[in-house]
């Protein structure tokens, strides 16, 4: 068949220069940030019917040989424009296998800059895509090209364009990652109005939508965004070129007052960007900055501009495709506005997933709704979220309702009635078994309650983790009494201090504490009795049976840090500790047979839960020894030979044990289930524990010892981000976000952590003299619905959280650790999680330098080395990933070497035994005590 092909009608050349030029600059950088994936404009159509492929070929080279930019040679595109371009690239037409992924154009170095490819289907379907690169080529290009295509194909195939049939329904084939919206006439007319009335623009008014909801999803009041602005001059809408350039729109809210305020400082705002000349850096909108977490970190607004094909004797359908692939997070596309509202909500680095897109979707819808009903509502006003989807978040969280379990020494009874000769506590002289236990408690409690009436009172147990004290314990549970232990090597003020509010009716030691200076202080000074657990006469007699405790009565006490330094005591009743109990038992699959650790310090109440988990579900209680308890290597070893199954620890030390197990490839063979509990778990441990110990179930287990705990995640799967979730609500609590005002948070949105249950508050116990701890944190917060248990107290963690679209909670650290520095935000345990990554990083803690001010002016980081290398040799290595994380902060931090990083009976970081670190960064050699610097390597920003 002969082709006819009409002579080529040159576009009159245009002066693109000064505005395209520079867009070019700026995308030629684009192109080198992302080898191998360059910035590209891609259309996609599904074309049905008989297509010529031959006369498409021609169409498009007499479409290239109209558009001298097209075939500007690659290395060419950021100097001066080539008016009168040479031959299109060979590979500017192809045709390939209908399964073949979509092929980009080529970058600036090879080419071609624009692509027309055909993927055959069948004989009679084809896939046709047209993609440019953002060199040569903006949306309202591909609006022209695809309609000159259009124009040249009928003629070259001799077919006189017919009127296309209307495009068919393509929602079924929106790209992963894409989300396409309808939000019908009744919206669409109502922001048309609006916008009308405030003489702006639709996109405008979505634009301030998405902005507001984008900047309740952020703590700080920021959002980047940058609207993509046609630079067109009248006359110029059909001219191909990079006349598009993304135009940063200031992203502050502020205190706009109200939506009709916001919208015209927004419309406001756009004028001027598009108003200042353009620059390379506007298309490099990604805010660099610490990370945020799931959401995104800028925003572009597009307007969509169609680009509908007509191929003559065939049905076109466009396919909804990625529109442009930029260097942002989000891109929000509107569409034409004549009848409904609709658009498009992609993540082009796919960095967002679909869940979160859909989410933010029907949040914006419902914020844009009832703006567009009352423009002069307060910005404060302005939901997410209806009332009945608050409802169904706030009760899906909603775990309160339990039954009252049976107090811990009934359980504990029982056991011994149905698997007496099962080993409760495994000792290192000798193991105990349940009906040991059980007699021998029984009996310590009569002679307890001999010395001195326990029932309701406090007890203090200073005995070493092992058989004798769990005995004194369930001895002092049986008399009616409840229990703290102590840690047997402190007698610093912090035990004398917490001894003082507890006025415990005994201080049980283990053997005679004659002369031992606390025990000689608690029975001189305070006139306590102290008694020795270990010179009990006990006789053979039958135990009597426990006479139950009441749920309501005290179990234990366990003292936590406060802010001030004198540890708060945290109450917790029989209820409380067998509910947890038994729901870790299950979780955990406690029965006879299983072997539990006991890791966890005495003094940190995770202990008390390990004991009583393994002794209420028959399972045998492990004490860890002291010499292999913070050895990473022993311990692997030790939870091998013992054949532990379930262990507790921190994610710090979890850190040391996978870098043993995957060095030695030593599992240890019986474990089934670790727990991580009391700081973030970062994703890479996550990671790294979930390939090492396959068949383990992990746990990130969250809470504050003031409800025991609160929420649990189960680590199935890979964990994409930075940090392992928290998970849910575990039974007997709700966890919720609220915002300033106590207000629920809608997902996405930050705020601080509230755990509501029967087993939180309603107060700290009392101390000794003077003001105790505040107890504002376990006031009831009247802006939340009622829990399904009307007996739930209520307590303010500190924590910042997030709830995500799926209901899983996240951890966002604490406010207090939160600085900023030099404007830039931070979050130290971000700072030091992503140093320790470093392989020779033992630990780390990172700590403020704090100017008179209060400002923050720099870091110190602590930073215990694996191996005797020098300081000064990782530092650079250190710098760099700082800077990769957090940018600029990289030059105001300080490094200084430790031997060790001080850490409390719970594994934290103690910030009080760290030197100080404004005599570290001024005078390197004068560093506080407890950890003595080795090396300091500085370097001033
Ligand atoms: P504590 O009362 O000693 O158990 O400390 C409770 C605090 O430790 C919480 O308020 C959190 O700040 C932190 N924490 C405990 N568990 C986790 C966890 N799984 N993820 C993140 N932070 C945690
Ligand atoms: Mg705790």
Known sequence: MTIHVPAPQPVPPIDLDPVSAEVRKAVRLLDRLRPGDPPALRRSYWVSGPLDLDALRAAWQLVLDRHAALRTPPNTVDGPPVSSGGPAHPDSFAVHG?????????????????????????????RVVLSAHLAVADPRSMSALAAELSTAYGEAAGITPVRAAPPRDAAALVAAGEVAFDWGPDLGRAVRDLALREGTTVDTVLL?????????????????????????????????????TLSPVDGRVGDAGTFRAYLRRMARRRHAARRRPPSPSRWLVRADGPEHGGGPRATVLAVAVPAPLRLAGTEVVALPSQVLALPVDLLLTVGPTSGTLTGTLVSPADRI???WIEGFLGQLRTLLTVALRDPDLPLTELPLEDAAHRAATIRAADATAVPTPRPVTELIHRCQERFPDAVAVRGETGNLTYAELAAEASELAAWLNAQAPVAGRAVALRLPMGPALVRASLAVLHAGGHITWLDPTDAGDRVQTLLADLRPAILLVGDDATGEPLAE?????????????????LSSAAPPTPSPAAPTAAAYVAFTAGSTGRPKGVVQTHAALAQFALWLARTAQLRPGARVAQWAAVTHDPSLC??????????TLVPVPQRVRVHPERFVRWLDSEGITMVQTVPSFARELVGVIERDGSVPARLAHLFLIGEAVAAGLANRLRQALTGVRLWNLYGPTETVAASVYEIVAPVPGERVPIGRSIPGRQVLVVDGRGRHC??????????RSRYAGPAYLPVEAGAGPDDASFRPLPGLPATADPAAGCYRTGDLGRRRFDGELEYLGRRDHQVKLAGHRLELAAVQAGLAEHPLVADCAVSPVTDPDGLVSRLVAFVALRADVELSVVVPQLRGLLRRRHGPVSHRTSFVSLDRIPRNPAGKVDRARLPDPRTVADDPGRAGSAGRPRRTEDEHG
């Open 98 to 126: 209908h399964d073949a992924t979509p092929t980009a154009p080529g970058d600036l170095d090879t080419g071609p800059l624009a692509q027309l490819t055909v993927y055959p289907v069948t004989a009679r379907h084809h």
């Open 208 to 244: 301030a939508a998405c902005h507001l909801v984008l900047a309740r999803h952020r703590e700080d009041d920021g959002v980047p965004i940058a609207v993509a602005d046609d630079l067109r001059k009248p006359g110029q809408e059909r001219v191909v070129g990079p006349m598009t």
């Open 353 to 355: 997933g679909r869940r």
């Open 521 to 537: 202080w608690f029975r001189i000074a305070r006139g306590g009795l102290v008694l020795a657990a270990g010179s009990v006469p």
């Open 610 to 619: 390990e004991v009583f988990a393994a002794l209420t579900s028959g399972a």
């Open 746 to 755: 809608p997902a996405g949105v930050p705020g601080e952590i509230v755990v």
